[in-house]
């Protein structure tokens, strides 16, 4: 299968550092160009990463022909025209998320996908990771019984001001970059979506971004809860309670590409886990297996398994706590 060649629109930390080495380990992924609005910033992280070529805007890279898919990690206020533009110039794009800042705007990418024939798709790399896809065929088997409820945290702590996590208006605060991972991850699980939500946030006072955020989801088989904050201790978790035993995955979002990673499986037979069964799963990088299974679906290897349509589903949920939290009250979705 012939790799896709890829090029990078923007020169942000997550696909610099990120992203973009992962995929260039990866076989189907050929990491042909990147571009930035200034093209010695371009050209320095096309040195840096052994990017063949540089573009001084995004224009140019969307115009090189040999260009197939994109990648998009502008800030969240410039996902939807970027990638729309993207997608009108014939390229695949595979976009950070959140994928929009509501669901209407998503729901855009959506109409454009369907105009253009291109694939789109919202980069959640959790959903690729061997932790993730086993912990869904145990609930699938009846491991722990019936699912029943799920319990999520993720936090870190950043009060930089010029950080784009810390600014209001171009899409900042914790539910929009940390919330939607418990979100989706709850969502991939129960495979259904949430009928309601209540949700209650606290605002920094001088940054006007969601710091703390506290959120319950109503399943039809069950509930999801979660807390993200942008201001507390580094952390993250996540447990599956079902009837007869429980799963827990130690790192669940922020999986490390450079050591194994584990997850529990508890009968709760003996209280505080000591009944519980490790899981280990290879070292495996989630960032190139998320960019390999794009690519081998650019070339009809597979299909996509979470095309923007889930986006849209994903957003509707953040838009329902969104507005739960500012009514004080439970919101439909």
């Avoid at 070529?53 to 260009?67: K, N």
């Avoid at 889930?310 to 739960?324: G, I, Q």
Wanted: proline content about 6%; charged content about 25%; aromatic content about 8%.
């Amino acid at each position: 299968m012939q790799p896709v060649n890829w090029g990078i629109i923007s020169t942000a930390k997550i696909g610099t550092a990120k992203v973009i080495p992962a995929m260039q380990r990866e076989k189907l992924c050929n990491i042909r160009a990147i571009a930035s609005r200034n093209l010695e910033t371009a050209k320095r992280a096309a040195d840096e990463l052994g990017i063949e070529r540089a573009y001084g805007s995004y224009e140019e890279l969307l115009a090189d022909p040999e260009i197939e898919a994109v990648y998009n990690p502008l800030p969240n206020h410039l996902h939807v025209p970027w990638s729309i533009r993207a997608a009108e110039a014939g390229k695949h794009v595979l976009c950070e998320k959140p994928v929009a800042l509501n669901a209407d705007e998503a729901q855009t990418l959506v109409d454009a996908r369907d105009r253009t024939g291109v694939l789109i798709s919202e980069a959640f790399m959790v959903r690729g990771h061997p932790q993730w896809r086993r912990a869904r065929e145990l609930v699938r088997e009846g491991s722990i019984g019936k699912l029943r409820a799920i319990q999520g945290f993720f936090s870190y702590h950043n009060v930089d001001p010029a950080n784009i996590r810390n600014i209001a208006d171009i899409g900042g605060g914790g539910l929009y970059d940390i919330g939607c991972y418990p979100i989706v991850g709850s969502r991939f699980i129960f495979e259904d979506e949430p009928t309601r939500v209540v949700a209650l946030l606290e605002r920094d006072p001088e940054l006007k971004t969601d710091r703390l955020a506290g959120a319950l989801l109503d399943f039809p088989q069950g509930q999801a809860s979660f807390t993200c904050s942008t201001q507390l201790v580094p952390y993250q978790r996540i447990h599956f309670f079902g009837t007869k035993g429980r799963i827990e995955i130690e790192i669940p979002f922020n999986a490390p590409p450079d050591k194994p990673c584990r997850l529990f499986v508890d009968d709760g037979s003996v209280l505080g886990g000591g009944a519980a069964r490790e899981e280990r799963f290879d070292v495996v990088d989630q960032y190139g297996v998320q960019g390999e299974l794009f690519s081998e679906a650019v070339r009809g290897g597979a299909p996509l398994e979470f095309p923007i349509d889930d986006a849209v589903k994903n957003m509707r949920v953040l838009d329902a706590l969104f507005h739960s939290a500012e009514r004080g009250a439970w919101q439909e979705v």
